[in-house]
């Protein structure tokens, strides 16, 4: 899908949350007319910032997709089933739903939905708001090629998109990606912690704690190598880096941070399971 056909589609949030703003100021900075995104948001202070951003802000969730070529649910997961009771009756026939609700099915929207209305389900994460996430599609039976191009642009203004056919496997993609950005900050800030513990002052501890991650994923990404060949590349013999090593490979944390996937992944699959 080219950016000149999503420039021409009418897109509709049900919902102006977090998510919801990363991907309207994404799609107006991949130049979208404002004039083509339309939002329902009944929060008064949210929807005035909203509004200043050039789009159309209402209340009702019906008006805002009787018009719409693309809707973003974007709304907790529990009222979910209320919006798409509410607005199933307003959809144009063709256009596509893509739910960002996390754990509910691709059955649960397809239940509520006109039948063969196309759907897709989307797990985004947090770096989206800042235009640096990954989001996991995963379209349903009756989406089109056009369709998955055009949710897979939509969600690119805002980070990487990867598409899957698995739905089951969505569970994985929310303990990795949806959840791990927790583990990261988690670690940053025990480096940190570890920088000061060290005697450097705070500010300076958390600068180098996040820079080191943030060029640390990026050599892996840029090269292609296996995380393991470069960690072997700053580990000489007898120094620091694998006395340090030798730590965390005694305390688990390998298996900590599996361990704590699985966790996640379980619970992601009980989730799933209640919608």
């Given at each position: 899908m080219t950016s000149h056909l999503l420039h021409q589609t009418r897109?509709?949030?049900?919902?102006?949350?977090?998510?919801a703003t990363a991907l309207i100021k994404g799609l107006l900075g991949a130049g979208l007319d404002g004039k083509n995104i339309r939002v329902s948001e009944p929060d008064s202070v949210r929807a005035q910032s909203l509004q200043s951003l050039g789009i159309t802000v209402v209340a009702g969730n019906s008006n805002t997709v009787s018009t719409a070529q693309l809707v973003v649910i974007a709304v907790k997961p529990g009222i979910v089933p209320l919006v798409l009771d509410e607005i199933s009756g307003n959809l144009n026939r063709?256009?596509?739903?893509?739910?960002?609700?996390?754990?509910?099915?691709?059955?649960?929207?397809m239940r509520r939905l006109p039948e063969k209305q196309p759907a897709i389900r989307a797990m985004p994460n947090t770096p989206a708001l800042i235009g640096a996430g990954v989001t996991v599609l995963c379209p349903g039976p009756d989406v089109s090629p056009q369709h998955r191009a055009l949710a897979e642009?939509?969600?690119?203004?805002?980070?990487?998109?990867?598409?899957?056919?698995?739905?089951?496997a969505l569970d994985a993609v929310t303990a990795l990606s949806g959840s791990g950005p927790a583990y990261v900050y988690l670690m940053i800030e025990a480096l940190s912690d570890g920088g000061v513990a060290c005697g450097l002052p705070r500010d300076l501890a958390t600068q180098l704690a996040v820079q080191t991650v943030k060029g640390s994923a990026a050599l892996v990404k840029e090269t292609g190598q296996h995380p393991g060949v470069l960690k072997n590349q700053v580990t000489s013999p007898g120094g620091t880096t694998i006395a340090a090593l030798q730590v965390l490979e005694t305390a688990g944390l390998r298996g900590i941070l599996m361990r704590a996937v699985e966790a996640a992944w379980r619970r992601s699959q009980e989730l799933s399971r209640k919608n």
């Open positions: 897109i509709a949030f049900i919902g102006g949350g977090n998510m063709d256009a596509v739903v893509i739910s960002i609700a996390a754990g509910v099915t691709l059955n649960s929207l642009t939509l969600l690119g203004t805002v980070g990487e998109v990867k598409t899957i056919l698995d739905e089951s």
